[in-house]
């Protein structure tokens, strides 16, 4: 939802021992969420809904494991960590996961891709309904506003929804929705202990597959009809999809700082999209993409991002105008010595020395989780 041998500190070590630089993760991370969707439709073909979702978890709950165990990664010990975490874990995996697979059977693996763009639009929401202390800004606001007009727009009610897609598309809100509930738990009642986040992800994907098992006799009793398409699919989705793009998400968040590190949100639905064109044949229709737009400049109005950059080059503008003249020195300094930097220039924070914890990652998708 991201030490031993494997420690996940700010400089990007964790990055090069995986053979890739924290850019390669970030464009695998793109790459891996946006295919999701992908794997997901692809699944489907001999698989039911819940199904997939039992494969998907099983396997990113086994690569979580192995990274654990190769990190040297313990697991929480108290048991009101692992009761939150179980309900976060139903309310990110669980939930969502059954209704981005049962969507896609009604709605194009692209179009539930942009949907799943809407995650960071949701988690702003409910935020503002449930933490007291969340004021909303006028920034935020906007791009609330922005953000769901952009929906509206792509879900195109001009052109008359059919049962089947509009139930399709609002089970994609519901799991963004269900994103967002869960991200504001995590916020609340996880993130300001301190955990590391890897031993967390994993419980929280373990104990997902441990519902599906028992939830299994009731929900993933229809036929298999097994191919390779499918089982590449389905493993693919777990081991990369809700696996490893954990770990990377993790070291790019301390490589790059959580803000950064949330960009990804803009590139998994133009992904998503361009590979159900190129693979499966899908077609949009010109409000889709458009919609998409406009959610994700909702997403960057809510988030700061253009009021910050403006406010960058009104302060780089009145530098070059009223430059600082030089101050007087003395002999004897009395500079405090510098935190260490990361690559980036971005100071280290040392709290954890199993890598970042859990309040060290963004509110929005990668997502600890991508649909």
């Not at 295919?35 to 997939?52: D, H, N, R």
């Not at 988690?123 to 929906?151: D, I």
């Not at 809100?173 to 955990?195: C, E, H, I, K, N």
């Not at 929900?219 to 493993?235: C, E, I, K």
Request: overall charge positive.
């Amino acid at each position: 939802m991201g030490g031993g041998s494997m420690k996940m500190e700010g400089d990007g070590v964790a990055g090069r021992r995986w053979g890739v630089g924290v850019a390669g993760q970030f464009a695998l991370l793109a790459a891996v969420w946006g295919a999701s969707f992908l794997f997901i439709k692809v699944g489907l073909e001999g698989l039911s809904p819940a199904q997939v979702v039992l494969g998907r978890l099983l396997t990113g709950a086994a690569a979580l494991v192995v990274v654990s165990l190769v990190g040297r990664q313990r697991p929480p010990r108290e048991l009101v960590v692992w009761a939150h975490l179980a309900v976060v874990s139903v309310l990110l995996c669980v939930i969502p996961f059954l209704l981005f697979a049962w969507a896609e059977q009604h709605v194009s693996s692209g179009l539930a891709s942009i949907y799943n763009a809407t995650t960071p639009l949701m988690t702003t929401l409910v935020a503002l309904l449930a933490l007291r202390k969340e004021r909303p800004t006028r920034a935020t606001l906007s791009g609330l506003l922005v953000g769901f007009a952009g929906v509206v727009v792509v879900l195109g009610p001009w052109h008359g929804l059919g049962e089947g897609d509009g139930l399709g598309q609002a089970a994609c809100l519901l799991a963004t929705s269900s994103y967002g509930v869960a991200f504001v738990y995590l916020r609340r009642f996880v993130s300001p202990r301190g955990l590391a986040a890897i031993p967390v992800a994993t419980v929280q994907v373990g104990l997902g597959a441990m519902i599906m098992l028992i939830l299994a006799p009731f929900t993933a009793t229809a036929p298999v009809h097994l191919s390779w398409r499918v089982a590449v699919s389905v493993t693919a989705l777990g081991v990369f999809g809700t696996g490893l793009a954990y770990v990377w998400n993790t070291t790019i968040v301390a490589s790059w700082g959580a803000t950064n590190a949330s960009a990804v949100t803009y590139l998994t639905p133009v992904v998503g999209v361009a590979l159900g064109i190129l693979l499966l044949g899908e077609t949009l229709t010109w409000n889709e993409p458009f919609g998409a737009l406009i959610v994700i400049a909702g997403i960057a109005v809510s988030q700061g991002r253009l009021t910050g950059l403006r406010h960058r080059r009104v302060s780089a503008s009145a530098r070059r105008q009223h430059p600082t003249p030089p101050r007087a020195t003395n002999n004897k300094d009395t500079t405090p010595p510098p935190r260490p930097l990361t690559e980036t220039g971005q100071t280290v924070n040392n709290r954890h020395q199993g890598g970042p914890s859990t309040a060290d990652l963004p509110t929005d998708p990668e997502r600890l989780a991508d649909a």
